[in-house]
């Protein structure tokens, strides 16, 4: 398991392996800056690639906020991205009390690349 954190020291996002399943697990934990998602992103799309999958599970019932701020990095730049290292399906998990099932709708919306 990878665990990423904050300047303050807070885990904001964890990466894990699933063998059994063949997929990536990733768990998103209060509020995401365009910062932490791209950091966070550019980590989980290296561990698919290692791992030589191409399933990943987000969880985002932890995170706090909604995430536009970074939707058109996340569409023009990440998805492509994460395409080419083998990326071909993304399930998230989000929460409307946390007011992340808007950006989600968003994405799904916008995303062409896998």
């Known amino acids: 398991m990878q665990e990423l954190k904050t300047p303050t ?3 904001y996002l964890t990466v894990e392996t699933d063998r059994q399943n063949q997929l990536m697990v990733v768990n998103c934990k209060g ?7 791209q950091t966070g992103a550019a980590a989980y799309t290296a561990a698919l690639a290692r791992a030589g999958y ?3 599970l987000n969880d985002t019932r932890e995170g706090r906020g909604p995430w536009d701020h970074s939707m058109e990095w996340i569409i023009q730049e990440w998805a492509p991205n994460a395409a080419g290292a083998g990326l071909r399906y993304f399930a998230m998990v989000t929460s409307p009390e946390t007011f992340d099932e808007e950006s989600a709708s968003t994405f799904y919306q916008q995303l062409t690349a896998f």
């Open 9 to 11: 020291g807070r885990f």
């Open 54 to 56: 191409s399933r990943v």
């Open 31 to 37: 509020y995401l800056t365009a910062d932490s998602i």
